[in-house]
């Protein structure tokens, strides 16, 4: 593919150049700096990634949001751009277990993220060139503002290919904060050899925060930065391999070749039309072509159209004057295994409508996809764990759905529209009508009949309609410790026309063992009972006292023996402590107004073990946007958080009750959407079951629903009904 070239490695003068920096979204200062990986491709630390997006430094999980604005300095202007993860490398404690923390570890593995640049096709960003770090290397690095004056040199003292350590010169600047994500420049090779990734401060004093006095047995001026070579490998194995090799080669065995061969050399028979149309296809690549009067041969042109994923759906937008050869086009493409039938106009313009939708609505895309796609094979990437990149990338692997048309003809609609059908539904008016108009202007230009994609629309109209209706079938049950480990226990279910009483002895009491028999018993009547297959939720009413019992582990064998049956990994399980808010109704009103906002309100984590109830109070009225909470703090701080959350009427609470701090069971479902997160919390409860090392703690999931009604409890008497 002589005539169709990417842009070469820059060893640019002013290496300065390649710094890109990168905002915070909050104030719009600095967080950390950039380079650029491949065209349009910016690579950067992860934890610089999670400064900018307010989130914790080590963050591990995939940001549900991953734009970020960035600005790229040129020698006379600056331009910005909005950055959007692609590939995540999350920070990895170099023994695999668990998190980084941030006060206790001083090295760690992965750190790393690729975001794509929305770099219109006229511009193009300097790409510098990259040798591997080795010992003994004199090496410049600069802060993220790009200031003239802000570079710092550092020698490489360590590299072992995983981490190296630089040591800076006892004159001028040092690397500080701010550096991360930035690259090291070998000025000897005129070339990248790594990025900044943290630097050891002198000691300070734990209540102040200022450094002690300097002693020269202190360490001064060192850091440490990732190598390019490990950059490259943990890239590679994330799927990242394309970006070092920014031109494909056609695959020798890509059945498409010699069929697009014949159909270019028939379609483009004219070396000027043929440069023409090369050239407007390589421009929405960011590809450069010459200007010399030569063209690309039909196979040069053939072996891009398969080597670039996009580069067929490009072509057909360059030739939508002549439908016939756009049909045959589109029937070729499928036969390569690269195809997608997407154009790099129409994926960007998706990207941006999609960043557009409320974050919470972002979080219930797996649930989407997977009410879009109910016959479909099964996707090759778990949607709940991958960004919105892979999971389209998926979702054009799926040829979709097929239905047979008035006139005969079979009609197959791709998985991608269909599921696009289905986020507009939850979208606002305007969404909607954005999203429907993209739809439809991608379902033309492949020639899919406009009542096809009708059908899905009204498809995805009843699915929403459908999910309005209500939530899964409801067993509540009123628990109270009676002696010791006996316990008293009412039941009522609720299929949707409100709780009723299942009867009971008001006076007897249960084991835990017993217990989960007799809640297993109704649960399986209920299961049976939902047409639609729901497992039912169980609410579990408590008093203060028993938001920690251990209620979903509780644990019945079958009339066989054979089979257990674990409360909370068979069954959602939430607690739900009305005493907390009949004793607080002041904060009735702010309670039912953040259930309404489930889906678009924010998150919040209470990890700080020195936090008093009162600061807790103080900002869950400051956030009266706060929908959920997170706390991750010891046993006697958490319990006093969980209750004044509760009180003051933050419908979702999530703690692990057997953590002291840094619990692995809320970080993983801290990832989790707020709807799902019902289901989310019994699913780690199975894992638990069959791998308690890999999926640790103990998680309780505080749920209070303000559209559903709960019994009126006498808490003091539970035998007794009102």
């Known amino acids: 593919m002589d005539w169709f070239t990417a842009p070469g490695l820059s060893d640019s003068a002013d290496p300065q150049r390649f710094v890109v920096s990168l905002l915070r979204a909050d104030d719009g200062r600095t ?17 610089v990634v999670n400064d900018a997006l307010g989130r914790d430094m080590f963050a591990a999980g995939l940001p549900a949001r991953g734009t970020v604005m960035v600005v790229v300095h040129g020698a006379n202007s600056t331009r910005r751009y909005a950055g959007r993860v692609t590939h995540w490398v999350a920070p990895r404690r170099l023994d695999g277990q668990g998190p980084v923390r941030e006060d206790r570890d001083q090295e760690w593995l992965g750190d790393l993220a690729v975001l794509r640049l929305e770099v219109p096709g006229s511009e193009q960003v300097a790409v510098p060139r990259r040798r591997p770090m080795a010992e003994g290397q004199s090496l410049r690095a600069w802060h993220a503002t790009n200031l003239r004056s802000s570079f710092a040199d550092v020698r490489v ?72 070579q490990r950059v490259e490998d943990e890239l590679r194995a994330a799927g990242a391999g394309h970006l070092f090799d920014p031109v494909q080669a056609a695959p020798d065995d890509d059945p498409a070749v010699e069929l697009l061969t014949d159909l270019i050399e028939a379609a483009l028979p004219s070396p000027v039309l043929r440069a023409d149309t090369g050239r407007a296809v390589a421009e929405r690549f960011g590809l450069s072509a010459p200007q010399d009067g030569s063209a690309p041969t039909p196979g040069e042109f053939a072996r891009l159209l398969v080597g670039e994923p996009r580069a067929i759906a490009a072509l057909t937008e360059v030739l939508r004057q002549d439908p016939g050869l756009v049909a045959h086009l589109l029937t070729v493409g499928p036969l390569s295994p690269t195809y997608r039938f997407l154009s790099p106009r129409e994926y960007r313009k998706l990207h941006t409508l999609l960043d557009a939708l409320p974050e919470q609505l972002l979080d219930r895309l797996p649930e989407t996809v997977r009410a879009a796609l109910p016959l479909a094979a099964p996707l ?9 990149d892979a999971l ?15 006139d005969g003809q079979d009609v197959r609609v791709p ?13 606002s008016p305007a969404q909607r009508a954005e999203l429907r108009l993209w739809n439809d202007g991608v379902a033309a230009r492949l020639g899919i009949p406009r009542s096809a994609l009708g059908e899905r629309r009204s498809d995805a109209g009843d699915w929403a309609a459908a999910a ?31 709780p009723r009483q299942v009867p009971s002895d008001g006076s007897a009491t249960y084991s835990g063992t017993e217990a989960a028999g007799e809640l297993l018993r109704v649960l399986e009547s209920l299961y049976r009972n939902d047409h639609e297959g729901r497992r039912p939720l169980v609410e579990v009413l408590v008093d203060r006292a028993g938001l920690n019992l251990p209620i979903d582990e509780w644990e019945s064998f079958g009339p066989d023996g054979v089979v257990p049956g674990v409360l909370g990994a068979e069954y959602p399980v939430v607690v739900n402590c009305p005493e907390l808010l009949r004793r607080n109704e002041r904060f009735l009103p702010d309670w039912r107004r953040r259930w309404r906002q489930l889906d678009t309100g924010t998150s919040l984590r209470f990890d700080d073990a020195a936090a008093q109830p009162r600061e807790v109070y103080g900002t ?21 958080i969980v209750q004044v959350c509760l009180a003051m009427g933050v419908p979702v609470v999530v703690w692990d009750r057997s953590g002291s701090g840094g619990s692995a069971a809320v970080e993983h479902i801290s990832r989790v959407a707020t709807r799902r997160l019902p289901e989310g919390v019994r699913s780690y409860r199975a894992k638990s079951v069959h791998g308690p090392e890999q999926f640790p703690g103990r998680p309780v999931l505080a749920w209070a629903d303000a559209d559903r009604t709960v019994p009126q409890l006498q808490l003091s008497e539970p035998q007794e009904t009102r």
């Open 31 to 47: 967080a950390g700096a950039g380079v650029m990986l491949a065209a349009g491709h910016l690579l950067t630390c992860a934890h």
């Open 157 to 228: 003292k360590t590299c072992d290919d995983v981490i190296g350590y630089v040591d800076g010169e006892p004159m001028g600047m040092p690397i500080g904060p701010a550096y991360s994500g930035g690259p090291v420049w070998w000025g000897a090779e005129r070339a990248v050899v790594g990025i900044v990734a943290a630097h050891i401060m002198p000691p300070a004093d734990p209540a102040t925060g200022r450094p002690y006095a300097f002693s020269s047995q202190d360490i001064a001026r060192r850091s440490w930065c990732i190598p390019w």
């Open 380 to 388: 090759p990437v778990d949607t709940g764990s991958v960004g919105v």
């Open 392 to 406: 389209l990338d998926a979702l054009e692997c799926l040829q979709g759905d097929s239905r047979t048309s008035a």
């Open 415 to 427: 998985a991608l529209l269909r599921v696009v059908e289905y986020v507009a539904v939850l979208g």
């Open 468 to 498: 309005s209706t209500g939530g899964p079938a409801r067993l509540l049950a009123h628990v109270v410790r009676a002696d010791g480990d006996r316990f008293r226990l009412r039941v009522w279910c609720d299929e949707g026309a409100g």
């Open 620 to 640: 869950l009225l400051d956030r009266l946007d706060a929908v959920r909470v997170s706390v991750d703090v010891p046993p006697r701080p958490r319990d006093e």
